[in-house]
C-alpha cells in the first residue's frame, strides 16, 4: 500500500503523515507515505521531525502543478490525500495568483497524473468557507457554493474539478469539507496559534470588527480521523463534511485564549474588520456520522488546553516562523 500525500509538511498534512507513521489508522499500518510538498513559507520539514527516520517515510520537495513530477509519483500509489494548498484567507485578500494556481491548477494537476496512473482513492481536502456564510442552521453537503473570498473561491473551484473528474472519468474521488482547524504544529498566522504565541510574549492581540464572528472549531486529530474514515470507506464521488460541534464567537475564542496563559481584555487591541468577513460558519456532520461512523472526539477545552500548552513547550518550533507570519489571522 502506498500513500501520496501532498502538502504533508504543511499543519494538517503533517498531523496526518505522524498519525499514519505511528500506526493510528489500522488500514495504514503497512504503508509507504510519499510526502509531496513545495516548503512554501507555510511548509516546514520541522513538522515531520518525528517520522523521518522511518523506512517507511519518503519525503519529495516539489510543486503540485509539475505534471511531470507528479506522473512519477503516481505511479504505483493506492491513495492520494491532497491537503498542499495556499491556505490563509487574508493572503488571499492581498493577492490571489498564487492561490488559483496551486489551489485549481494544482488540483487539476493532481487529478490528472491519479486518472492517468489509475489511482485507487482520491480524498481532495476541502473547507466548509466553500458555502460562504449562514446566519442560522448549517450546510449540508448539497448547499450551494458561494464562496466569498479568493482563497474559499479557488478552493470550490478545486472542489468542482474534483467532482468532474469523477462523473467524466469515473476517478474514485471524495471530497472533505472541514471547518477551522487547531492543534500543535498550525503556523503562527491562523487565529489561535497567533493569539497564544503573541500572548506569551506579551504583545497584543487583533481583533477583527466586533468580533462577532462565528466559527466551528476541530481538533486536528479529529479533522485527520474523518479524513481516514473516508479514506477506508467513503463513497466515491461523495463529499463529507467535517465538523467540530464548538460554535463560539471570536470575541468568546479570545476570552478562552486570554483565560488560558493569565492574560486580560487589555491585551485586545481590535482591528479594522476583514474584506468580505463571513459572518458564521456552520457544517451539518449527519452524513459521515451515519455513513461512517465519525464523530469529534476532543473536548473543545481539552483541545484548546493541550495546545496551548504545546506552543508553550515548543517556543523553539515556532519562534523562528513569526518573523515570517506578517500579516494577521483566520
Ligand atoms: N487550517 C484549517 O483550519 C483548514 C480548514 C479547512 C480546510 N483546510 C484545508 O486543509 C488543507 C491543509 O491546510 P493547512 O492548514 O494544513 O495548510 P498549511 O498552509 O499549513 O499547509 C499547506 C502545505 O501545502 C504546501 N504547498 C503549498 N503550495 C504547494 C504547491 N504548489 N505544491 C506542493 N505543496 C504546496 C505548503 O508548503 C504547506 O506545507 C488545505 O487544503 C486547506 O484548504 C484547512
Known amino acids: ?79 492520494v490525500v491532497h491537503f498542499a494548498a495556499e491556505s490563509h484567507v487574508d493572503r488571499s485578500i492581498a493577492g490571489s495568483a498564487d492561490f488559483v494556481l496551486t489551489n485549481v491548477l494544482g488540483t487539476q494537476t493532481l487529478l490528472q497524473g491519479a486518472l492517468e496512473a489509475a489511482v485507487g482513492k482520491f480524498v481532495h481536502v476541502s473547507t466548509d468557507e466553500v458555502y460562504g456564510t ?3 442552521g448549517s450546510w449540508t453537503e448539497n448547499h450551494l457554493l458561494e464562496p466569498n473570498s479568493p482563497y474559499s473561491a479557488s478552493k470550490a473551484s478545486s472542489d468542482l474539478l474534483a467532482r468532474s ?6 476517478l474514485p474521488v471524495c471530497v472533505t469539507r472541514c ?33 462577532l464572528n462565528i466559527r466551528d472549531w476541530l481538533h486536528v486529530d479529529d479533522h485527520c480521523h474523518g479524513i481516514q474514515l473516508v479514506a477506508d470507506g467513503g463513497r466515491a464521488g461523495e463529499i463529507y463534511n467535517i465538523g467540530g460541534g464548538t460554535e463560539l464567537t471570536n470575541r468568546e475564542l479570545t476570552e478562552r485564549l486570554l483565560a488560558a496563559v493569565g492574560a486580560g481584555w487589555d491585551q485586545v487591541e481590535p482591528v479594522p474588520d476583514r474584506l468580505g468577513h463571513d459572518r458564521r460558519y456552520s457544517v451539518d456532520i449527519t452524513k459521515i456520522g451515519a455513513e461512517l461512523g465519525y464523530r469529534p472526539r476532543v473536548p473543545f477545552d481539552e483541545g484548546l488546553a493541550a495546545t496551548v500548552a504545546w506552543y508553550r513547550d515548543n517556543r523553539r518550533w515556532w519562534e523562528p516562523l513569526k518573523d515570517r507570519a506578517a500579516l494577521v489571522g483566520k
Open 134 to 136: 449562514i446566519e442560522s
Open 179 to 211: 471547518s477551522n482547524n487547531y492543534g500543535p504544529y498550525q503556523f503562527p498566522e491562523k487565529v489561535i496559534p497567533l493569539f497564544v504565541t503573541n500572548l506569551l510574549d506579551g504583545r497584543k492581540v487583533p481583533l477583527y470588527g466586533d468580533g
Open 1 to 79: 500500500m502506498r500513500v501520496l500525500v501532498t502538502g504533508g509538511a504543511g499543519f494538517i498534512g503533517s498531523h496526518y503523515v505522524r498519525q499514519v507513521l505511528s500506526g493510528a489508522y489500522p488500514s495504514l499500518t503497512d504503508a509507504e507515505v510519499v510526502v509531496l510538498d513545495k516548503l512554501t513559507y507555510a511548509g516546514n520539514e520541522a513538522n515531520l521531525a518525528p517520522v523521518a527516520d522511518s523506512a517507511r517515510f519518503r519525503f519529495v520537495r516539489g510543486d503540485i502543478c509539475d505534471a511531470e513530477l507528479v506522473g512519477e509519483l503516481m505511479s504505483g500509489v493506492d491513495l
Open 165 to 170: 473528474y469523477h462523473r467524466t472519468h469515473g
